[in-house]
């Protein structure tokens, strides 16, 4: 449709960095396919452009930008920000010259925002899912109907994600409601005890490695979890220093300050702890999760 060398699906991950998960290019272009970039290759200021002018065209990163003069008499400095043909950053126009890239046209994929969502926009309750990227490796101009065609495509590519995407929570909140039902009954007719004794138990409302309860001084535990001594003592540090507060959630101990996380090893690392009474603390726990990513880019 567009004829570029290089077409490229670029998805958002939850802690902003990205990645290619879908490519088409000419065969004699390096693939990019699988590679991850970190989240500072495209800032947030230019993540919150996207969201307001949805398609950003480049036809050569290294023609000489044409100044723009304003008039004396307008006040306010004059913005470039909603226009679609308007020279590159200078780093920006050097990094797709170190990608062998000289013209590109980028898309935003823009989907309903979640209710707790801070990374979107209010004024028009989207946030960004991804970017459809084009690279080519020699100067190239899309006219306007052929940038409309492709910018409608990508709105109805971003419908159906935003579908699947609802979808998906929608079946998830499902579960946990569910869940939650046969919990909460155990907890009328039993002690707390049953919800980590029975079935459907507390690791089934949420996705963890191990849940652990500590009820009138005795440990249940569940799963990949600390011993019962090293529950009990982070019991006694969460009611020390966090007990002005219901509970408890971090993605590694350490970072949050306990200071016998080091003698928990791989096996715990992330954890969220909940308050059921002054002294009684529900428990869930990760393991530490080692993953192996390729990053494009330069290797340092």
Request: aromatic residues 2%; charged residues 10%; hydrophobic residues 65%.
């Given at each position: 449709l567009t004829g570029y060398d290089r077409v490229m699906v670029y998805k958002f991950h939850e802690d902003e960095h990205g990645e290619v998960i879908s490519e088409y290019r000419t065969p004699d272009m390096e693939p990019y396919l699988g590679l991850h970039y970190?989240?500072?290759d495209i800032p947030q200021a230019s993540r919150f452009l996207f969201l307001k002018n949805r398609v950003r065209m480049i036809c050569d990163c290294l023609a000489t930008p044409v100044k723009v003069i304003q008039g004396k008499k307008w006040a306010q400095p004059l913005s470039l920000g909603g226009s679609i043909l308007r020279a590159p950053h200078g780093c920006h126009a050097l990094y797709m010259a170190n990608m062998g890239s000289i013209a590109s046209?980028?898309?935003?994929?823009?989907?309903n925002e979640d209710e707790d969502e801070v990374k979107s926009d209010p004024s028009t309750g989207k946030r960004l899912w991804g970017?459809?990227?084009?690279?080519?490796t020699s100067s190239r101009f899309i006219p306007f109907p052929l940038r409309y065609a492709c910018e409608?495509?990508?709105q109805v590519f971003g419908?159906?994600?935003?579908?699947?995407?609802?979808?998906?929570?929608?079946i998830r909140e499902s579960h946990i409601l569910r869940i939650q039902t046969v919990l909460c009954d155990m907890l009328l007719r039993d002690s707390p005890v049953a919800i980590v004794t029975q079935s459907p138990n507390v690791m089934d409302l949420v996705k963890c490695d191990g849940a652990a309860l500590y009820y009138k001084g005795q440990v249940w535990l569940l799963g990949i979890t600390p011993t019962e001594e090293q529950i009990k003592n982070i019991t006694q540090?969460?009611?020390k220093y966090h007990g002005s507060t219901k509970g408890l959630s971090t993605d590694s101990l350490m970072e949050a300050g306990y200071p016998g996380a080091s003698e928990l090893g791989d096996a715990v690392?992330?954890?969220?702890?909940v308050r059921i009474s002054s002294k009684d603390v529900l428990f869930w726990f990760r393991s530490h999760t080692a993953k192996e990513i390729k990053w494009g880019?330069?290797?340092?």
């Open positions: 970190p989240a500072t046209l980028v898309m935003a994929v823009a989907i970017l459809v990227v084009c690279h080519h409608l495509l990508v419908i159906q994600i935003n579908k699947e995407v609802e979808l998906a929570a929608q540090w969460l009611l690392c992330g954890m969220a702890a880019g330069a290797k340092h």
